[in-house]
Every structure is written in structure tokens, then in C-alpha cells.
Nanobody
């Protein structure tokens, strides 16, 4: 069973930056999968904000496109998310999401990490 563990959440001031990391337990599944980040604010639906394919093609939500960078390092089984110029309404739990191809393994979510944007 593949497991995802997120790191890097915490408190950041408005306008600040943060880097999130997600470690994936099975490298053989990670390298052939798409992987991304989603967030869920209190009382709101979970939304996908960034995705990187196994071919390194990047997709971002329109609301964050100019401020986020997603990066994967297959030799580390890790995906990173750099976020700049954060605003208080981006306070949420951020989740890593693995999307393997076909029936190799199920879609998997991490446990989430809290980011609070506040002065």
C-alpha cells in the first residue's frame, strides 16, 4: 500500500512564502504516477491547485497559477510545492494526492498539513 506524508505546514504571515514536501513510500509507483496538491479550507470543498504528470507536465488552478511552483524529484520519491505571496483566505489543510495509471494502485491521499496565513 502506497503512503504519502506531507511536511512543511505552519504559520506564515500574509505575503509570505512556504515550501511543502510530500514523501511517497513506493518509488516504483511514484515514478509512473501523476501527483499533485489540493487544499481544503474550513467549510469549503477540497480543490486541486497543482498537478505534475509523470512526464513533468505542470497544471495549476487559475487562482494560484502565478504564485505556485510544483516540482518532482523521482530519485527522492518526493514532490514539492512552493507557494509565494500567500493570503489569509488560503488558510487550509493542504493534501498531497497520488494518481497512478490504470489499476497499478489506487488514488491515494496524504493525511494533510495545516497552513495558517495570519499576522
Amino acid at each position: 500500500q502506497v503512503q504519502l506524508v506531507e511536511f512543511g505546514g505552519g504559520l506564515v504571515q500574509p505575503g509570505g512564502s512556504l515550501m511543502l514536501c510530500c514523501d511517497v513510500s513506493l518509488g516504483c509507483v511514484f515514478s509512473i504516477s501523476d501527483i499533485g496538491w489540493a487544499r481544503q479550507a474550513p467549510g469549503k470543498e477540497r480543490e486541486l491547485i497543482a498537478l505534475i504528470s509523470r512526464k513533468n507536465e505542470r497544471t495549476y488552478a487559475d487562482s494560484v497559477k502565478s504564485r505556485l511552483t510544483i516540482l518532482r524529484k523521482n530519485y527522492e520519491n518526493t514532490v514539492y510545492l512552493r507557494m509565494n505571496d500567500l493570503t489569509p483566505d488560503e488558510t487550509a489543510v493542504y493534501f498531497c494526492h497520488l494518481v497512478p495509471p490504470g489499476d497499478i494502485a489506487p488514488n491515494t491521499w496524504g493525511q494533510g498539513t495545516q497552513i495558517t496565513v495570519s499576522s
